[in-house]
C-alpha cells in the first residue's frame, strides 16, 4: 500500500537509466521497459494485477496504489536467457528504488497480451510490473521457522520471513 504521494520524474527516469545497467546473459539485453505515470494509466494497470496472493482476499484502496509502475518487456526469441535477464533486471531496479527510499513491489503480470494490447506495446509483451511509491505500511523480515507465508500483523504492516543463512548456505569451503 502506498501513499499518494507524486514521484520525481527525475528518479522515476534515474531508475530506468541504472536499470538498464543490469547483468545481462551474454550481454544480450533483451529486456525494454515501460514507465507508467498518469493516473488512468496506473488504474488500467492496477485493475489487471494480482496482488498479495498469499493474503487473499487481499485489498487496497484507491488511494493506496502504486503512484508509478515500471514494466519489463521483451521479446522472448531474443535471448534464450529471458527468465535471468528479467531477474537481473527486477532486482536491479528494485535495489535502485530503494536507494531512493521508494518502496516497490514486483508483480507477474497475468495476462500479458491484454496489457501489451492495453498500452499498445506492439512487439514486446509485458511480463513484469514493479510498483513504486512511498509506502503507506511497514515491512518487517523475520527469520522463518515453520512457514514462509507473509502475513498482516496486528497494525496492518506486513511481515516477511526470511529463510535464515543457515537454511540457504549448503555449502561452504569456508574454514
Not at 528518479?11 to 551474454?26: C, D, K, P
Not at 528479467?86 to 514486483?106: D, H, P, Q, R
Amino acid at each position: 500500500k502506498f501513499k499518494q504521494i507524486p514521484l520525481e520524474k527525475g528518479t522515476l527516469l534515474e531508475l530506468i537509466r541504472l536499470g538498464r545497467l543490469y547483468s545481462s546473459a551474454m550481454n544480450a539485453q533483451p529486456i525494454r521497459f515501460a514507465l507508467i505515470t498518469e493516473q488512468e494509466n496506473r488504474d488500467a494497470l492496477f485493475s489487471t494485477l494480482n496482488w498479495a496472493m498469499r493474503l487473499h482476499p487481499y485489498k487496497i484502496e484507491e488511494n493506496e496504489r502504486p503512484m508509478a509502475y515500471i514494466l519489463l518487456l521483451g521479446k522472448e526469441e531474443e535471448s534464450s536467457f529471458f527468465d535471468f535477464d528479467s531477474g537481473s533486471a527486477a532486482a536491479t531496479v528494485m535495489l535502485a528504488a530503494s536507494g531512493f527510499e521508494i518502496e516497490n513491489c514486483c508483480l507477474k503480470i497475468p495476462n500479458p497480451k491484454a496489457v501489451a494490447d492495453l498500452f499498445h506495446f506492439e512487439g514486446y509483451i509485458p511480463y513484469y510490473a514493479i510498483a513504486l511509491g512511498k509506502g503507506k505500511v511497514e515491512s518487517s523480515i523475520i527469520d522463518a521457522t515453520d512457514s514462509i507465508s507473509y502475513y498482516l500483523d496486528e497494525n496492518e504492516n506486513f511481515v516477511v520471513p526470511k529463510r535464515t543463512e543457515k537454511d540457504v548456505l549448503i555449502y561452504s569451503d569456508m574454514e
